[in-house]
Each structure stands twice: as C-alpha cells, then as structure tokens.
C-alpha cells in the first residue's frame, strides 16, 4: 500500500475558519483501502504555509500527494488582488516539485468547475474532477501498476450514493483547532442540487440529483462526533438543507429521536416552511438558518433562473421570526435585467424583513458552462474566448455599477443588521471574534424583540 499526503490548500477564514470536509471523506475512503494517510491543512499554518509542507515530506515521504483547492477566488467584486487563489497554491505545488517527483494530484471543488485550465495554470501531474473517495484509490492503483491513465480523470461510474458514502476521518488536532476559532464543525448530509440556478457551480460540482446519507448512518457520525471529540456545534454544508424530498425532516426526527442535543445551522432555500416544521427543527437543535435569498425582488429573481418569489422569502423570515429562529439573507444586486428601478425596488423590499441579517453583493462572478457564462456572452459583457480563470462578474448593462454601490452602501448604513459590501460583514465578525465569541457570530445581531435599527 501507498502513503498519501493530503493537502487543504485553503488559507482563508472568512467569514470564518471551515473544516476541510472534502479532505477528511478522502483521507477515510484510503484507510479503507489500506493505505497510510497523512492529512495536513495549511490553515493552522498561516505565519509560513511552506514550513509544514517541507517537513511533511521529508519526514513521511509521501508516495503521492493530493491538493484540495476549495476556492478559485472569494466571488466578491470588492476583494483585492489577493483575494484570488490560485497564486498561492501554485506556490505550493512549486515548492513540493522542488522537494520531490512524486505525483501531485489536484481535487477539490474549485479544481472540478476548470480542471483543464487549473491543471495547467499550476503545473500539477494529474487531477480529479468530482467526489473523489473512489477515484482518487483508483488513480493510485493505476499510477502503481503503471497502469496508462489521463492526466484528468472524469467520473465515469454512478456517483457515490446512500450505501457508499464514507464517515469523514477527523483528526483530533484539526478539530481542535476549528472548534476553537470557529466554535463549530461541518457535516454533509446529502450531495447534488437539482435547481437550475443559472450562476451556480454546485449542479457541476455535485451534480444535479439529489443523492442522501441514511439518516442513522448521519445520527451515528453526529453521536461520534460529539462523544469522541465532544462537539455539540455543527453546521450542514448541504448545498440546500431542505430538499423538496422531505429527506432533511428525517435527519431531524432522527437527531430529535436518538437525543443528539447539538446546535446547528446550514443553507437553505426559501421555500413555505410550516409553523410546525419550523418547530420541529428548533427541536432538533437549528439555531440559524442561511437562506440563499439571492435576488431581491421578482424581476432579478428570474433573471437568475429562480422559481421562487420574493413574497416566499418575505413570509420564510416571518415565520422565522414567529419560531424565534435568526435567518440572514444573501442577495447578489446586478443580475440579468437588473436597473436603477429593481435596485430600488430590492433595497425597499428588504426594509420589509425585519429581525434578520442581510449580506448584498454587487455583481455575480461568472463561472465556465453556467447560464450566467452564455448570457454574458450574449451581451458582449465578456468575451467567447475568456476562460474566466481571473474573476469575471456579470452587472447589467442597464445600469452603471458605481451608482448601484453607492446606492447600496447608503441604504444599507442605517442599518446595523445589514452588510455591504461583503468586507463590512466580515470586519464586524472579527471585531466581535476579540471579544473571544465563537460561531456563525452575525446571530448575535438579531434581537426578536425589536427591529435592528440603530
């Protein structure tokens, strides 16, 4: 059997610090397999990432070694030149070809939107589009019986499903290290979105079928979790918690029947969620909800392809508020058919929910084989011929930018509960991290018994 360097590239902790998921479910399928696994997530190593990474490889000698690259940027228009990633992890994989001439597999979500084009732009030996459990094992054991393979390898079989998905191997000083910057761990209950949302990665990523854990097989994991490393914070990182199956209610009956008494939170979609469900998701333990609002008013809303309006988000919130449950909202301004008029009419229907947070964003970042990509191309916004490795962002071309900016940010200043642009959020957490809380922290905001106006 092989020894298998993983490597979490990711460096960012904004809005807070994420456990590399991906990295620990990948770490377990190899066990399994028999091989000798060394995780190392570059995270915990901020004041000189390459110092670990020439230590690991001389004392462990790593027969392979695979980089998972969560994000291609930060998909904010405001970031800085820093704010793009791929820089850095070139870096990397520099500095372990200098070490060594073992082969360097790339994976990850970010590498799966543009294999072709990160693979090159970094230099690495193969890659892995996709969940990697199966494929990584089977590229190793072809690379070591010199067995002819592609240097990208595409899924080819049925995606991982109920009886095949791997409890994520966490190691004790990661979590460690994550509960006590972020005050929570991450756990995925399901894969693929199904929505045809035409600026999301996800259908690419995880493709567009549904695919669910059984709900004991999860129940089991969360129990662990909270016995062995005594975690009794969690945050689901299912692209949209509430499915149209009804599967997350089981998960939730489950936890409410095994007496799992963890605190959680995770994305959701707006949809009419009953008095009586939202009950019993409190039960369970659901202490914040991220709804994925995304466009404020009807007109934007179908301009990203949504197939619900804003009246559904605006009675979501106030039945939240009725359970007592926080929520905040992400809206992008910008979208396709956006003018001064949407604008105006998405900051006024915003004024409408109350005890809620809101993060806005200004344009939407293009991604390669996305609607948003097409419509852009259309309207001669970007070219046939960009790859969009750089950031790219759509903005309606019936309004200026600028105007929108400045349009948002003095609306959104009154507010104490309202975030734009994204940096305003992110420095107000921090703020609120030195005071040593922990957690999702913009929950802290809401206050049920009076609107958040300052």
Same mark, same amino acid.
Request: glycine letters at 6%.
């Given at each position: 059997?092989?020894?298998?360097?993983?490597?979490?590239?990711?460096?960012?902790?904004? *809005?807070?610090?994420?456990?590399?998921?991906?990295?620990?479910?990948?770490?377990?399928?190899?066990? #399994?397999?028999?091989? $000798?696994?060394?995780?190392?997530?570059?995270?915990?190593?901020?004041?000189?990432?390459?110092?670990?990474?020439?230590?690991?490889?001389?004392?462990?000698?790593?027969?392979?070694?695979?980089?998972?690259? @969560?994000?291609?940027?930060?998909?904010?228009?405001?970031?800085?030149?820093?704010?793009?990633?791929?820089?850095?992890?070139?870096?990397?994989?520099?500095?372990?070809?200098?070490?060594? =001439?073992?082969?360097?597999?790339?994976?990850? *979500?970010?590498?799966?939107?543009?294999?072709?084009?990160?693979? !090159?732009?970094?230099?690495?030996?193969?890659?892995?589009?996709? !969940?990697?459990?199966?494929?990584?094992? =089977?590229?190793?054991?072809?690379?070591?019986?010199?067995?002819?393979?592609?240097?990208?390898?595409?899924?080819?079989?049925?995606?991982?499903?109920?009886?095949?998905?791997?409890?994520?191997?966490?190691? =004790?000083?990661?979590?460690?290290?994550?509960?006590? $910057?972020?005050?929570?761990?991450?756990?995925?209950?399901? @894969?693929?979105?199904?929505?045809?949302?035409?600026?999301?990665?996800?259908?690419?990523?995880?493709?567009?079928?549904?695919?669910?854990?059984?709900?004991?097989?999860?129940?089991?994991?969360?129990?662990?979790?909270?016995?062995?490393?005594?975690?009794?914070?969690?945050?689901?990182?299912?692209?949209?918690?509430?499915?149209?199956?009804?599967?997350?209610?089981?998960?939730?009956?489950?936890?409410?029947?095994?007496?799992?008494?963890?605190?959680?939170?995770?994305?959701?979609?707006?949809?009419?969620?009953?008095?009586?469900?939202?009950?019993?998701?409190?039960?369970?333990?659901?202490?914040?909800?991220?709804?994925?609002?995304?466009?404020?008013?009807?007109?934007?809303?179908?301009?990203?392809?949504?197939?619900?309006?804003?009246?559904?988000?605006?009675?979501?919130?106030?039945?939240?508020?009725?359970?007592?449950?926080?929520?905040?909202?992400?809206?992008?301004?910008?979208?396709?058919?956006?003018?001064?008029?949407?604008?105006?009419?998405?900051?006024?229907?915003? !004024?409408?929910?109350?005890?809620?947070?809101?993060?806005?964003?200004?344009?939407?970042?293009?991604?390669?084989?996305?609607?948003? =990509?097409?419509?852009?191309?259309?309207?001669?916004?970007?070219?046939?011929?960009?790859?969009?490795? #750089?950031?790219?962002?759509?903005?309606?071309?019936?309004?200026?930018?600028?105007?929108?900016?400045?349009?948002?940010?003095?609306?959104?200043?009154?507010?104490?509960?309202?975030?734009?642009?994204?940096?305003?959020?992110?420095?107000?957490?921090?703020?609120?991290?030195?005071?040593?809380?922990?957690?999702?922290?913009?929950?802290?905001?809401?206050?049920?018994?009076?609107?958040?106006?300052?």
């Amino acid at each position: 059997m092989s020894r298998v360097l993983l490597i979490s590239s990711n460096t960012t902790t904004d *809005p807070m610090a994420v456990y590399p998921l991906g990295m620990a479910l990948v770490a377990a399928s190899l066990e #399994k397999e028999g091989h $000798h696994v060394k995780q190392l997530d570059l995270v915990r190593h901020l004041e000189n990432i390459f110092q670990p990474i020439v230590r690991t490889i001389k004392e462990f000698d790593p027969d392979f070694i695979g980089i998972s690259i @969560r994000n291609i940027d930060s998909v904010d228009s405001f970031a800085p030149e820093g704010a793009w990633y791929l820089d850095k992890v070139k870096d990397i994989v520099g500095q372990i070809k200098d070490l060594t =001439q073992k082969p360097v597999i790339l994976g990850g *979500p970010a590498f799966s939107i543009m294999p072709e084009l990160i693979l !090159e732009f970094l230099n690495a030996d193969f890659g892995i589009v996709g !969940e990697g459990e199966i494929l990584l094992n =089977q590229l190793i054991y072809d690379l070591t019986n010199k067995i002819s393979t592609k240097k990208i390898i595409f899924p080819t079989q049925t995606p991982i499903d109920q009886k095949r998905f791997f409890s994520p191997l966490y190691e =004790q000083k990661l979590v460690d290290y994550y509960f006590d $910057h972020s005050g929570m761990l991450n756990y995925q209950t399901k @894969r693929g979105c199904p929505h045809g949302c035409n600026y999301c990665s996800y259908p690419l990523i995880e493709g567009k079928k549904i695919r669910c854990q059984d709900p004991d097989f999860i129940v089991e994991n969360l129990i662990r979790l909270k016995e062995k490393f005594n975690v009794d914070t969690l945050f689901f990182t299912d692209a949209i918690f509430n499915d149209h199956q009804g599967e997350y209610l089981k998960v939730v009956e489950r936890m409410i029947e095994k007496k799992c008494n963890m605190r959680w939170a995770a994305y959701f979609r707006p949809e009419k969620m009953s008095p009586s469900e939202l009950k019993m998701l409190k039960k369970s333990g659901l202490y914040a909800m991220e709804i994925g609002s995304d466009a404020a008013c009807d007109t934007t809303l179908k301009g990203i392809n949504k197939s619900f309006d804003f009246d559904t988000i605006l009675t979501l919130n106030e039945n939240c508020i009725k359970a007592q449950i926080p929520c905040a909202h992400f809206f992008m301004f910008g979208g396709p058919g956006e003018t001064q008029k949407t604008v105006q009419e998405g900051i006024n229907n915003i !004024e409408q929910l109350e005890n809620c947070v809101v993060f806005a964003f200004s344009g939407i970042r293009i991604l390669p084989n996305t609607g948003i =990509q097409k419509i852009a191309i259309d309207q001669g916004i970007i070219s046939s011929g960009n790859t969009l490795l #750089k950031p790219c962002y759509y903005v309606s071309q019936l309004l200026d930018k600028d105007w929108m900016d400045d349009t948002l940010k003095a609306a959104f200043k009154k507010r104490k509960d309202r975030f734009f642009p994204p940096e305003d959020g992110y420095m107000r957490m921090r703020a609120l991290k030195l005071f040593g809380l922990k957690g999702l922290l913009w929950d802290l905001v809401v206050n049920f018994k009076n609107p958040n106006k300052e």
